[in-house]
């Protein structure tokens, strides 16, 4: 898989597979290499616009009706919700924007930022988060340099800021750039995506957006796991919110990281190991499998190896439990308030479900592999490593 469409497929699926398992997403199983993921189960909403034609051509229309009046407006929020509902337009991920869908977001931004508070640096965040990635098509690419300096300066100590950096610095061919910025993670104090400072709005953005009501094909691919036979449209606002998040990037930063993984001496990983312990501390699954997965083959044989490798195992069941359980995750808006990881794991905790068997293991083989040894399977088509 090339990093080009692996980025986009991360982009598709960490989306929505990091706000719910309503849909029985599994995007944790194989993310040893979070960057592929193939053999993840996906549902709503990817398969609507097959599996639920006639839902999916009303919600477009009523969506697309809703950016139009937003457009309208000229307060922050309003600019705001044109860039958080954007993503829900088919298409979005996976085709080159038409260009009055790109003036639009830019217009929106640069409105939402002149309207902003001083100290509110959210419409920069949704900037660098969109433009610091290296897109499959050309005409998406934005430049996310001024919102990335503005990110620096308003939060300087979020590893997931320098990241970005490290991402828009690859983008450009810029190496030195790439290094500088990944040694300045290293020295951050936490990993923060902002995924429920991203969700809560979005959700309140959707219950101002009229969805149609979900006809009998719509129920099916919502209820995907055969357990919501009462699915509604809050459910499918909540799944929506998930697929509209923007998820800043960090494969940069793992390519360069399992690079270093073999050179015990190099200041690369140790700067690796201080950031990915971060990732792995986070308080959202996908940041918590980013940074176990590194740990775990960067540790690999340390005394403290075996402890990380433990902590991934665990991470892979709690994950498995709550894609199979679909109504531990119903209600995320305390987990958007309070943190993904933390709530969820007190459900499962609550529901006896939190540590897995002395012998289990994932079904994926990547996954398998990392836990088992800390040593990546190598890549079927060269032999090496994957990266």
């Not at 015990?264 to 950031?275: E, F, K, L, N, S």
């Not at 709690?318 to 679909?326: D, F, G, L, V, Y």
């Not at 012998?359 to 040894?373: H, T």
């Amino acid at each position: 898989m090339t990093h080009k469409s692996g980025l986009r497929r991360t982009a598709l699926i960490a989306g929505l597979c990091l706000a719910t398992s309503l849909v029985g997403c599994t995007p944790f199983e194989p993310a040893a290499t979070p960057e592929e993921t193939d053999s993840a189960q996906l549902s709503f909403p990817l398969s609507l616009p097959e599996a639920a034609p006639q839902w999916n051509r009303a919600y477009q229309h009523a969506l697309r009706d809703r950016l139009k009046t937003l457009a309208q407006r000229d307060d922050a929020t309003s600019q705001l919700d044109i860039v958080r509902l954007q993503p829900l337009l088919d298409g979005y991920y996976t085709a080159a924007l038409p260009t009055d869908l790109r003036r639009e977001r830019a217009r929106a931004l640069g409105r939402a930022q002149a309207l902003a508070d001083p100290d509110d640096d959210t419409a920069f965040w949704y900037e660098a988060a969109i433009c610091a990635r290296v897109e499959s098509f050309a005409e998406n690419r934005c430049d996310p340099d001024s919102a990335l300096a503005h990110l620096q300066r308003s939060d300087p100590e979020n590893a997931a800021v320098w990241l970005m950096m490290a991402e828009a610095a690859s983008a450009r061919g810029d190496r030195a750039g790439v290094d500088a910025a990944l040694s300045q993670a290293a020295k951050a104090r936490r990993y923060d995506i902002r995924y429920g400072a991203s969700a809560i709005p979005t959700m309140r953005a959707l219950e101002r957006l009229d969805l149609p009501a979900l006809d009998a094909q719509a129920l099916t691919v919502l209820d995907s796991s055969g357990q919501l036979a009462d699915a509604n449209l809050k459910d499918a606002r909540t799944a929506l919110a998930g697929w509209a998040f923007v998820l800043p990037s960090p494969l940069v930063f793992q390519r360069s990281c399992r690079a270093a993984a073999a050179d015990t001496a190099a200041q690369r990983r140790t700067d690796c190991i201080a950031t990915a312990t971060l990732l792995a501390d986070s308080d959202t699954l996908i940041g918590r499998m980013f940074g176990l997965a590194l740990m775990a083959e960067l540790t690999a044989n340390t005394a403290g190896g075996a402890a990380w490798r433990e902590r991934m195992r665990i991470l892979h069941w709690q994950s498995a439990q709550i894609s199979a359980h679909p109504a531990l995750s119903r209600d995320l808006e305390r987990a958007w308030r309070e943190g993904e990881v933390v709530t969820l794991v007190a459900r499962l905790k609550h529901a006896g479900l939190d540590r897995p068997p002395s012998d289990w293991l994932p079904e994926n083989p990547r996954a398998r592999a990392l836990i088992l040894s800390g040593i990546p399977l190598p890549d079927t088509a060269t032999g090496q490593p994957e990266t």
